[in-house]
């Protein structure tokens, strides 16, 4: 069972900047692959970033690119989302993810995490 908890979401102004944090449970972080996912009001969750279990793949959404950063610090059982340049569209609840199954990658897909967070709330004003 592995448990996560973010924190530091909040309010922003349009072309600020956020870290989120995720913080791991269990003496296996460094052996999956972890995602973060945000789900915006009536819309579908979709992926953000992707980090394999060393840290060396990583994948982001497009829209995202080159205005946010996926990190984790295995030895604090910890996974990272720097937010640059935030954009009103960024506004969603932010969910990180755990997929065990998998040590290489992780995708881009919601089904393949079996454990989540209960998200945070990342507000981008205009």
Do not use: H
């Not at 720097?82 to 755990?98: F, G």
């Amino acid at each position: 069972q592995v448990q996560l908890v973010e924190s530091g979401g909040g309010l922003v102004r349009a072309g600020g900047s956020m870290r989120l944090s995720c913080a791991a449970s269990g003496r296996t972080f460094s052996t999956y692959a972890m995602g973060w996912f945000r789900q915006a009001p009536g819309k579908e969750r979709e992926f953000v970033a992707a980090i394999g279990g060393s840290g060396g793949n990583v994948d982001y959404l497009d829209s995202v690119k080159d205005r946010f950063t996926i990190s984790r610090d295995n030895t604090r059982n910890t996974v990272l989302l720097q937010m640059n340049s935030l954009k009103p569209e960024d506004t969603a609840v932010y969910y990180c993810a755990a997929d065990p199954t998998r040590y290489y990658y992780g995708t881009a897909y919601a089904k393949d995490y079996y454990y989540w967070g209960q998200g945070t709330q990342v507000t981008v004003s205009s």
